[in-house]
């Protein structure tokens, strides 16, 4: 009796276009928790820990990550260049969102509300507008440009990577149920 084969890893563009619906879901729950913030004042701050896991986890931890180390630099091999081509902007968007993910937890351990409801739309404007631009700029650019293998690489790739993280346990996490992670 032989083993069944192995099924085939999901495409990587569809696995990080799965991931920014995830991303888009939690943002917008957080920006439902900034107008209850600035209406009724009550700073949940089980909430606002949740989301900076999340931040730390899911998206820098795992997602940047597979974008970072592996599909970007796949795409600089198919020609991309490194300093100045959408990679080099991207990666930049990742090291300023980390920047307004720092302020957001800054105001929030200040307790500060009229400064976490700021820090938090600069935040979400900020992920907003980059999930976007690799949906619609990248991530057709690298259907284009990568070869069947390459993307077949990538796939085992990100199973590999996500197997050495601990994402398993931000997605028992009630912002992930939210979002339906
Ligand atoms: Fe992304």
Redesign the pocket.
């Known amino acids: 009796m032989t083993a069944a084969p192995e099924p085939p890893a999901a495409d990587p563009i569809t696995v ?1 276009l799965g ?2 619906r995830t991303i888009l879901q939690v943002l917008d729950e957080v920006d439902r928790e900034s107008r209850r913030l600035e209406t009724d004042g009550v700073l949940r701050e089980a909430f606002w820990h949740d989301l900076l896991q999340f931040a730390d986890v899911f998206d820098a931890g795992v ?2 990550k597979k ?1 970072e180390a592996l599909l970007f630099p796949a795409l600089e091999r198919a020609g991309l260049s490194a300093s100045s081509g959408p990679t080099a902007v991207l990666r930049d968007e990742h090291g300023r969102i980390q920047f307004a993910r720092d302020r957001l937890a800054s105001a929030l351990q200040a307790r500060d509300r009229l400064r976490l409801v700021t820090t938090v739309a600069s935040y979400v404007d900020r992920v907003r507008s ?2 976007l631009k ?1 949906n619609q700029i990248l991530f057709p650019l690298a259907r284009r440009l990568l070869a069947r293998d390459e993307l077949d690489g990538l796939a085992q790739a990100f199973l590999a990577l996500r197997a050495s993280t601990d994402v398993g346990l931000w997605l028992a996490h009630p912002l992930a149920f939210e979002a339906g992670a």
């Open positions: 990080l991931e920014h997602h940047h974008e980059h999930v690799e």
